[in-house]
Nanobody, 116 residues
Framework: QVQLVESGGGLVQAGGSLRLSCASS????????MAWYRQAPGKQRELVALIGNGGRIEYGDSVKGRFTISRNNAHNAVYLQMNSLTPEDTAVYYC??????????WGQGTQVTVSS
């Protein structure tokens, strides 16, 4: 059983920074892709950033230049450094990890609230 646990969310003022972490547990060989998604109230879940095990990185348009995704393959962990936060970044942030194209796991989510 694979489990993902996010941490690092919280309340921050606009312009501030937060660092999210996602730790994994369970028996598996390693994740192909690890990613962060977010879902704001009344909106669909959207991709924030993803990182492949070969180093491929993609960002959502709204976070480019402000957020940085990284991973630790030895620990099957993924991180999200979020800078220059705005109230529009307020959402529940979810960790996603894919073993294969058809096998993926989600964390329970961590709330990020940015005050103006």
């Amino acid at each position: 059983q694979v489990q993902l646990v996010e941490s690092g969310g919280g309340l921050v003022q606009a312009g501030g920074s937060l660092r999210l972490s996602c730790a994994s547990s369970g028996r598996f060989s390693g994740f192909n892709i690890m990613a962060w998604y977010r879902q704001a109230p009344g909106k669909q879940r959207e991709l924030v950033a993803l990182i492949g095990n070969g180093g491929r990185i993609e960002y959502g348009d709204s976070v480019k230049g402000r957020f940085t995704i990284s991973r630790n393959n030895a620990h099957n962990a993924v991180y999200l450094q979020m800078n220059s936060l705005t109230p529009e970044d307020t959402a529940v942030y979810y960790c996603n990890a894919r073993l294969t194209a058809s096998v993926a796991y989600w964390g329970q989510g961590t709330q990020v609230t940015v005050s103006s």
